[in-house]
């Protein structure tokens, strides 16, 4: 059997998600659409759903207006991914959400499928992507690719095949031609560029255009994954990560790593979020970052090409969208104003911010934890001759330090806030996503349409 048919049979057998899995599936769901209204007011691509151009059954975040499946999956998606404010699972470094939520959310609106239904298929394809992922640790990453734009299509096009009732040679199928489709690299990375964003709407629209070219009689490779010339050789340069892949599927359906993906605080890189915790443990007060000298960042080996390089312009970014990657000017962010929010990354750098960022320096530290763990490690000079270290251990909302839903929901409502919706209108999403026996999905267009 090949690696496909492996997986297709397995999630064919799975039972029911366990009632804990379901509510964390919901939970995650929840969080994609908040924050994608957020980016429809206050992100680097607010315009993008007024650019619809077909009608259809989908919802468009923000928009009155609906449009086809594949084009609701693309707007979205980009969206959710925009303000990098979407939730990851670390090990793998994949952003599960930002493409599952958009893809399964059409699926669900062009089929009617039951809202239960749609969350099952939104968790199994959270599941094969972080098992795509974790079977070749940052494989997609050294090699210059963005992971969740490459395997998103893969998981993706699953979970919408799922939501469609395909049987399992048209599964197959459906994840073989999204194979086609995978792309997005880092070369976004050299000026900021927001790119990054539409790789994962990208992958979206690819994951519910499989499935529909499936139904009009295109078939995939059986092979997709093995081989120098199948996903992983070609994508990571490891095609032994195809039968790790397959080992992995072992336990899907009893191990469920959707449980241990963090929600994000910030809107800004993953890999950030600790540095801006250490920065906080300083307690440095109004204007008590005029007493540091320096800040020295311990970088995890194979973070350094994201957010610290080339270093000179982290510290001088050219806009303040782009600074959601750099590490001197976040963690400057921090200790000149003492928090780190949306409007940050709006307009123009701050020069207060440029110049104080001009004292953080950093160095490789090859033995983090990373990619298992997002840790970070500060050294703080300070004008008196003394240091201090400050070590966390990973980053908050991951496995090892979760969230509750009480705080997933908070940032729900902070988000639909910031977008102009009434609370009453919060409330009766969060009851219809997260705590109706029977997910309504359609209060998402309901909710679109008042933000």
């Known amino acids: 059997m090949s690696v496909v048919d492996v997986l297709i049979d397995k999630v064919a057998d799975l039972p029911e998600l366990p009632p804990d899995i379901e509510a964390s599936a919901r939970l995650h769901f929840l969080d994609a659409v908040g924050v994608g209204l957020a980016a429809t007011r206050r992100g680097p691509v607010r315009e993008l759903p007024s650019t619809v151009a077909t009608t259809g059954p989908c919802t468009v975040l923000g928009a009155d207006a609906t449009t086809s499946p ?13 303000l990098e404010y979407d939730d990851t699972h670390t090990g793998s470094v994949m952003h599960g959400s930002s493409v ?3 893809a399964v959310l059409a699926a669900a609106e062009d089929t009617g499928a039951d809202g239960r239904q749609v969350i099952k298929a939104f968790a199994v394809g959270w599941e094969v992507l972080v098992r795509l992922g974790l079977a070749s640790p940052s494989g997609f990453q050294r090699v210059g690719f963005q992971g969740t734009s490459v395997a998103g299509p893969l998981a993706g096009a699953l979970a919408v095949g799922l939501i469609n009732g395909l049987d399992r040679e048209r599964l197959a199928d459906a994840i073989g031609v999204a194979a ?23 992958a979206a629209q690819a994951a519910v255009s499989a499935v529909r070219l499936v139904g009009g009689g295109v078939t995939g490779a059986r092979t997709v994954f093995e081989g120098e010339r199948g996903f992983f050789g070609l994508y990571a340069r490891d095609a ?12 899907l359906g009893t191990r469920w790593y959707l449980a241990e993906a963090a929600f994000k605080g910030l809107p ?4 950030l979020h600790p540095f801006v915790e250490a920065v906080a443990e300083l307690n440095l007060g109004p204007g008590g970052h005029e ?5 020295t960042c311990h970088v995890p080996t194979r973070q350094e090409h994201v957010i610290a390089v080339p270093w000179e312009r982290k510290q001088s970014p050219e806009r303040a969208d782009e600074a959601r990657w750099s590490l001197p000017y976040v963690v400057a962010l921090q200790a000149v104003r003492g928090q780190v929010d949306l409007d940050d990354f709006v307009g123009e750098p701050d020069p207060e911010v440029v110049r104080f960022a001009q004292r ?15 840790p970070a490690k500060l050294e703080a000079a300070w004008d008196d001759g003394s240091r201090q270290l400050v070590r966390i251990p990973d980053v908050d909302g ?7 839903a009480t705080r997933v929901i908070a940032k729900f409502r902070d988000n639909c806030a910031a977008t102009g919706v009434d609370p009453a209108s919060m409330d009766s999403v969060t009851e219809a996503i997260v705590n109706a026996a029977q997910p309504d999905l359609a209060a998402v267009r309901r909710l679109a349409g008042r933000a």
């Open 291 to 295: 007493r540091l000298q320096r800040l």
């Open 268 to 271: 800004c890189c993953h890999f």
């Open 398 to 404: 991951n496995g090892s330090r979760p969230w509750d």
């Open 360 to 374: 953080v320096t950093w160095e490789p530290w090859p033995d983090s934890g990373y990619p298992a763990r997002f």
């Open 240 to 251: 032994a990560a195809a039968e790790r892949f397959q080992s992995s599927l072992e336990d």
């Open 70 to 82: 594949a084009e609701a999956a693309l707007v979205n998606g980009t969206l959710i991914h925009s």
């Open 180 to 202: 086609s489709f995978a792309a997005g690299n880092f070369t976004f990375l050299a000026s900021g560029a927001t790119s990054k964003a539409a790789q994962v709407g990208s």
């Open 100 to 102: 599952l939520a958009p």
